[in-house]
């Protein structure tokens, strides 16, 4: 027998990946015509009893906007890699996967620019009342001129304060101070050597310390992901300690507030608006003040919805979720410590 007759030609192993939100068809079509793929969207009580039994033999799992938990993750025996369709890793048990040695994928850098256009248009539209006069067009109450009980703020020249400066406070902070003049406050852990990675805002976003932060902002936008060191952290001391007048925009995640507290600012403090496009529990809840609040601006957590980035984002969860079961380095992996 010659040597090469005795090599084995192998193909690449056929791996079972569950898909737990739906992607778009190219991308089912790149992990189909690898794997065995299951679709099951456990939140829709119809696939829930597929989901499960697709759980237990999945070596991939791709989604987002669900909990992937301590329990869940104890039901998938074989769980190779998990590629979330999203930049935030809050719905993941992340010690569980380090534990696992589980690799975790997920979407940064894609979504920055449209998250900042999210964010943009809750400044103005609480800044200058858009959804509020809209409905008085709408609602035939546009009889005469309005008044100045109906007049807005300016966004152009006022300061805006960022919790939070990773690559969508950047973002956001370009727009602000390249488009609008406004000058940029941020606090975050440690100062962001701005020349090394945002050049274009040398001179324009200076890193203060929270209570100057709070006491200079007009808008103060919060950019923060979610951890146990963050959650909650905006509450009745922030919200007392920002500037009479000041607009309050949640771009980050919404367990990062205290809704009791937001709202007692609005209703007993000086906080003149709120624009939220997140918020504790979603879908947030019928029974939500926030949903029908006069001054609060709610958006169903739209910060990447736009037809390419939310394309872009799971472009890049399948290409890192199929790098992982190849064995490769994900091209976005979370915890790389595994990869
Ligand atoms: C994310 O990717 O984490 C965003 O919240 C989605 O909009």
Known sequence: MSASASVVERKPERKKVLVFRELPPDQLARLQALHDVTVANPRKPEERALFDSALG???????????????????????????SVSVGVDNYALDALQARGIVLCHTPGVLDETVADTVFALLMATSRRVVELAQLVREGRWTRNIGEDLFGSDVHGKTLGLLGFGRIGQAIARRAALGFGMPVVYHARRPVDLAATAPELVGKAAHVPLAELLARSDFVVAMLP??????????????????????FINGGRGATVVEQDLLHALDHGTLRAAGLDVFATE??????PLRTHPRVTPLPHIGSATHGTRHAMALLATTSLLQALAGERPAAVYNAAQA
């Open 226 to 247: 979610l951890s146990g060191s963050t959650r909650g952290l905006v509450n009745a001391d922030v919200f007392a300690a920002m500037k009479p007048g000041a607009i």
């Open 57 to 83: 033999q999945a070596q991939g799992l791709i989604g987002s906007s669900y909990p992937v938990d301590a329990a869940l993750l104890a039901r998938a025996p074989r769980l190779e890699v998990v590629s």
């Open 283 to 288: 879908p947030l809840p019928l029974d939500s």
